[in-house]
């Protein structure tokens, strides 16, 4: 995978998708944003691949630390429009290989053939309309973000499309009239600053995460690593956080009740178990019937039936 100065190119390498331009100099100091004693400022963007690629460390790190921070999520603007050709890329036709080649990296289920099919012009629609949930439930908005990520990397739905939004919008219970008003409206300058927020911090691409403490001590880390490395930013700021590390349960209940869908490999980092192992437990609730599977032709991913 070469020709990486284009943002629909993602470096596994590096577990990131970056902007052409920017660099690691000059980063400002985070404000406080929170009351827990800390918390992570995660950029991020509904179409960055390595961000779908680092969903089962995130899972984990709000099991088991969800108490002790807060992740406050900002979108990034990955793909303004198509109006550039760099790093090999021209048209959205020459993204759909590359889609699948970090599937296997991360070994996340990404079907690039939405890009064959019914291909994005823009990365902002779907941006805009998760500030636009966000102004209604943060909580809501964090589910209306994970389904659209549904969408895009495993059901080839182009999210930059309303019908999509609006129907991620109406099954995590957020009102879909008002999303639609709030991202004409309010949601687009909300938008803006975060774009102005990541140029002001010089994030260069996607995920960056900024772990930060009630004294302004960070630790950043860029791209998808394995989870000790997000793990030991939380122990250098908070060295007594480990003595509250709430482990997950491995009862599958537990686990489906907090997330109602999961693929094989964020089953396996959250609950400790081999890949094997995840894939026949996964197997056996299915044949019993209490999870639904869908496949896709990189990956599966299971959900709990209603």
């Not at 048209?91 to 599937?103: G, L, Q, T």
Request: with cysteine; hydrophobic share 35%.
């Amino acid at each position: 995978m070469k020709n990486r100065n284009n943002p629909l190119i993602c470096d596994p390498e590096k577990g990131s998708c970056e902007i052409p331009g920017f660099s690691e100099e000059n980063e400002a100091s985070l404000p406080k944003a929170s009351e827990k004693p800390l918390w992570v400022t995660y950029f991020t963007d509904p179409i960055c691949s390595s961000c779908w690629g680092i969903e089962p460390q995130l899972r984990k790190l709000k099991m088991e630390y969800g108490a002790l921070l807060e992740i406050k999520y900002h979108m990034g603007g990955l793909l303004p429009d198509w109006s550039y050709n760099s790093g090999g890329i021209s048209k959205p036709a020459d993204v759909a290989s590359h889609w699948d080649e970090v599937s296997l990296h991360y070994d996340m289920p990404i079907d690039g053939d939405v890009w064959l099919e019914d291909p994005l012009d823009s990365s902002y629609p779907p941006s805009i309309a998760f500030k636009a949930a966000q102004m209604q439930d943060t909580d809501k908005a964090l589910l209306f973000l994970r389904r659209i990520k549904e969408m895009v990397f495993l059901e080839k739905k182009n999210i930059s499309k309303w019908e999509h939004l609006r129907a991620a919008a109406v099954e995590t219970g957020l009102d879909p009239v008002k999303l639609a008003s709030d991202a004409k409206g309010s949601a687009k300058q909300y938008f803006q600053e975060d774009l102005q927020l990541a140029g002001h911090w010089n994030v260069r691409g996607f995920p960056t995460l900024f772990f930060t403490d009630d004294k302004g001590n960070q630790e950043k880390i860029y791209g998808v690593k394995p989870y000790h490395v997000y793990e030991a930013a939380i122990l250098s700021l908070l060295p007594g956080a480990e003595a509250e590390k709430v482990r997950p349960d491995q009862d599958w209940q537990s686990l489906f009740s907090t997330y109602p869908s999961m693929t094989r490999k964020e089953l396996s980092v959250i609950a400790g178990l081999s890949s094997a192992d995840a894939e026949s437990l996964l197997g056996n609730l299915v044949t019993e019937g209490k999870l639904k599977l869908s496949s896709t032709k990189n990956g599966k991913i299971w959900k709990i039936k209603n």
